[in-house]
């Protein structure tokens, strides 16, 4: 079942509010799929190697704040200034491992990238990120979404970054707030078949609401 901002097939159980959520698996003999809803502003990325998946929900609300004030975490404002400490610690080094420079109030909600899994030569790794914008090519946040690529470049040397341009839902309007949990808008879907042909071949599919639509074998 799909709740506010929760990973499918995890062991989380509900999610709170405010955090980034990740969620990483090995492509072995299982079929699994894993998502969120409710993305309204936030942005979503998905890293997939020939041999596993890493996939979060990076909270707006809690990320992307232009005050960085540990007692209180959620001050400010969403908003593109560059080098932010906010956004360092709450997204950088949650998708790094790296330390954060203070304890975070809503820490990481699952795995950092365990980059083992996405180095090798012959793993072909790409990151797919989700971030609002005008559904083209400006986008709300390109200052952060800068340091997040060169974060992972850094990480994973040669990972191929594409990056998705969603209309955000305007939760202030009524009929346009209809469409959240009821439409494929705010909702990002990950799969996962060991035979998706019936001869024992793997593949995965990746959904950005309806704005991108990926299928791919992983052998």
């Not at 969403?78 to 491992?97: E, L, N, S, V, Y």
């Not at 599919?205 to 991108?212: G, H, N, V």
Request: hydrophobic share 35%.
């Amino acid at each position: 079942m799909l709740g506010n901002g929760e990973i499918w097939d995890n062991q989380y159980g509900s999610s709170p509010p405010f955090v980034l959520v990740s969620y990483q698996n090995q492509f072995l003999k299982t079929p699994f799929q894993l998502g969120t809803g409710g993305v309204i502003g936030c942005t979503m990325v998905t890293i997939i190697s020939k041999r596993a998946v890493w996939m979060a929900h990076i909270w707006e609300g809690y990320a992307f704040q232009d005050s960085f004030i540990p007692s209180d975490p959620l001050a400010g404002k969403p908003d593109d200034k560059p080098g932010t400490q906010t956004f360092k610690d709450r997204a950088i080094c949650g998708i790094t491992g790296a330390e954060p420079s203070v304890p975070l109030t809503f820490p990481l909600k699952g795995p950092s990238l365990d980059k083992s899994y996405f180095n090798r030569p012959g793993d072909n790794t790409v990151a797919y990120i989700m971030s609002p914008g005008d559904g083209n090519k400006v986008y709300e946040y390109p200052n952060k979404l800068g340091e997040l690529k060169s974060a992972l470049m850094d990480l994973v040397p040669g990972i191929h970054i594409e990056l998705k341009n969603y209309v955000a839902i305007d939760v202030n309007d009524e009929e346009e707030a209809k469409q959240l949990w009821n439409t494929a808008r705010g909702m990002a879907l990950f799969q996962y078949d060991p035979d998706s042909d019936g001869q024992g071949n793997p593949s995965y599919r990746l959904f950005y609401e309806t704005i991108f639509n990926k299928v791919a074998p992983l052998n």
